[in-house]
């Protein structure tokens, strides 16, 4: 079996062919070829979750399945929100090839699909991007959002405004634009062309006051105890997800931030679109310039198993990782 660690896979990950390779895997999702079943979930101390994910891609020839732990307490610290590994299997005999980190991929995957969905919906000439939340998924969304639209300005926001100045200048030298930290989420989203909230929320950090019209809002947090989107936004906007089945299950897979406004008749599930539909062009994405968009995350396993399978290719094509006998 091959060992694939967090450095090697962040090496191998390309993340340009990564935002191509997710637009087939939705596609593969939403037309019923892929094989996901509903995750699921165990809870442990401090609110955590450790969700077990496993899925089958064809187009990618991808089997998977990933252990991952979502900590909502470790925000701040060292240590990840988000930690998991990837197991691979050959998908002819079951046999398994690879152990994969899968934190490096979760993050990568989880920007990279709402690079697609930017992709997808946001207007063609959006120029400023504001980034809600300092961690980890605020740095991978505006790694990828900058590949898919001519971004000139990224605001940064968080709770902390130190930890938001810090990640502003981290970004700053990275991608080669003007990022500056806002005082306050209101101040980020104000004009802003896309939005992507990535928070632990105990209120939400996307208001629609607050949003331009036209704007495309991208939202990856999660909270038992709270919402990221107001009822509002998802009142008004057209939403899109990866699957309509794992978004409106009930918490903790589905998203509170969907499941409450659908609960009190403000969204309809016939109105939601998948990813996968507008990639194969079976449902209509964006048809004014002031349309509110917004994509909501909850993560699947075909996203995995595409990056996987990436990050495999490229681990034997430049003789990677570390065989070792189980």
Request: charged fraction near 25%; charge should be negative.
């Amino acid at each position: 079996m091959l060992v694939v660690s967090r450095g090697d896979v962040a090496e191998l990950l390309d993340l340009d062919a990564l935002i191509d390779a997710l637009a087939g895997a939705m596609a593969d999702l939403s037309a019923g070829r892929a094989s996901v079943p509903p995750r699921v979930a165990a809870t442990a101390e401090r609110s955590g979750l450790l969700l077990a994910m496993p899925g089958y891609v064809p187009s990618r020839r991808a089997l998977v399945s990933k252990l991952v732990t979502l900590f909502p307490g470790n925000a701040g610290t060292d240590v990840p929100t988000h930690q998991a590994v990837i197991g691979v299997f050959d998908p002819a005999t079951g046999t398994p090839l690879a152990l994969l980190d899968g934190t490096e991929i979760t993050a990568a995957r989880t920007g990279a699909c709402s690079a697609l969905s930017v992709r997808l919906l946001a207007r063609e000439g959006a120029t400023v991007l504001a980034v809600l939340g300092t961690g980890v998924q605020a740095r991978s969304h505006a790694r990828a959002v900058v590949r898919v639209r001519p971004i000139a300005e990224v605001r940064v926001a968080g709770r902390d405004r130190a930890r938001a100045a810090d990640c502003a200048e981290e970004l700053a030298e990275e991608l080669g634009v003007e990022v500056r930290p806002a005082a306050s989420y209101e101040e980020a989203i104000a004009g802003a062309d896309v939005v992507c909230a990535t928070t632990h929320p105990d209120e939400p950090v996307v208001r629609r006051a607050w949003l331009a019209p036209g704007a495309h809002v991208t939202s990856v947090g999660y909270s038992a105890d709270g919402r990221e989107v107001d009822d509002e936004t998802v009142r008004d906007a057209l939403v899109c997800v990866e699957s309509r089945r794992a978004a409106l299950a009930p918490v903790p897979s589905g998203s509170p931030d969907l499941r409450e406004p659908l609960d009190r008749g403000l969204v309809s599930e016939d109105e939601i679109v998948e990813l996968g539909e507008l990639v194969a062009g079976t449902r209509t994405g964006r048809t004014r310039p002031d349309e509110l968009t917004l994509y909501k995350s909850v993560g699947v396993a075909v996203q995995d198993a595409a990056a996987a399978a990436l990050v495999l290719a490229a681990a034997r094509a430049r003789g990677a990782g570390r065989e070792v006998e189980l």
